[in-house]
């Protein structure tokens, strides 16, 4: 009961899907224990996005059927983390221009988007389509241990697999990040919440669906997402002080490019 209790959660808090009657914002302690079954929605968020993907290419070509996946992963996750990278994109910008943080903030802040928000947001949709359309349609998983064959096309595994490194980027991000004083809020949950049992427990169950759908292509590529991770809460830490939950919504959509990209890649070298 309290694995399908920490699942609901997670699902609750990631999706639009209302699995519990709960509120993220009142029930902080329940999201903290749901943080270790992220990947598991990250699972279930790619289920949804291959099968809109499947029922598309049945009447489109690859193209558009990808663009139309990945406007659903918008509408699954009800524009979560897409917020968090137009925020901090916007931050970005103007920190880059003035050098001054408290203006990284006060953008971050800012209710409005600006152009380096709506750019970033338009570059990853862009990134994520091109490198999904760029997949070999072949069959690159045959499961012939247990009896019988079971056979994946590769852009169905990108499909299910990224939004499952996406979400685990959070609890690594959380658990090696600590939140601004200023910017206490959703993230700080997640910052303060994250232990070593959850990372331990969410790096375990990651580890297994990416290895179970991807092989030693998928492993690869994870680790250069942990990496990629690990060095954005370097980055943040010394620069800003920590995170906070857009920067999360960031590291997620960062995440999902990054492993994606060397998906592919070590896909074509292994395989």
Same mark, same amino acid.
């Given at each position: 009961m309290f694995i399908l209790s920490g699942l609901s959660e997670a699902v609750n808090f990631l999706t639009v899907f209302k699995l519990k009657g709960k509120s993220r914002a009142l029930y902080p302690d329940s999201l903290k224990k749901s943080i270790k079954y992220f990947p598991f929605a990250g699972l279930l968020i790619g289920l949804i996005l291959a099968a809109v993907f499947y029922v598309f290419n049945k009447f489109l070509s690859v193209q558009p059927a990808i663009l139309v996946a990945i406007f659903f992963l918008y509408?699954?996750?009800?524009?979560?983390?897409?917020?968090?990278?137009?925020?901090?994109?916007?931050?970005?910008?103007? /920190?880059?221009?003035?050098?001054?943080?408290?203006?990284? /903030?006060k953008a971050m802040k800012d209710v409005y988007t600006g152009t380096a928000g709506n750019l970033a947001v338009i570059f990853y949709v862009l990134i994520m389509w091109s490198l999904i359309t760029s997949a070999e349609p072949v069959k690159s998983f045959n499961l012939v241990n247990e009896g019988f064959n079971l056979n994946f096309n590769f #852009?169905? =595994?990108?499909? =299910?697999?990224?939004?499952?490194?996406?979400?685990?980027? %959070?609890?690594? #991000?959380?658990?090696?990040?600590?939140?601004?004083?200023?910017?206490k809020g959703t993230g700080t949950i997640f910052t303060e919440g994250t232990n070593a049992a959850s990372l331990?427990?969410?790096?375990?169950?990651? =580890?297994? %669906? %990416? /290895?179970?759908?991807?092989?030693l292509?998928? %492993? &690869?590529? =994870?680790?250069?997402?942990?990496?990629?991770?690990?060095?954005?809460?370097?980055? &943040?830490?010394?620069?800003?002080?920590?995170?906070?939950g857009d920067m999360l919504g960031f590291t997620v959509k960062l995440s999902e490019v990054v492993f994606t990209a060397a998906l592919i890649g070590f896909h074509g070298i292994l395989y």
């Open positions: 509408i699954i996750t009800g524009g979560l983390h897409f917020d968090g990278l137009s925020d901090t994109s916007d931050g970005f910008f103007a /920190y880059l221009k003035s050098g001054d943080k408290n203006r990284f /903030y #852009m169905y =595994l990108v499909l =299910l697999t990224f939004p499952v490194a996406g979400r685990y980027s %959070i609890v690594v #991000m959380s658990y090696f990040s600590d939140t601004p004083d200023n910017f331990i427990t969410a790096s375990v169950f990651t =580890l297994i %669906i %990416i /290895y179970f759908f991807l092989k292509a998928g %492993i &690869f590529s =994870l680790l250069v997402t942990v990496f990629t991770v690990l060095f954005a809460a370097f980055y &943040f830490g010394r620069r800003f002080g920590g995170v906070n």
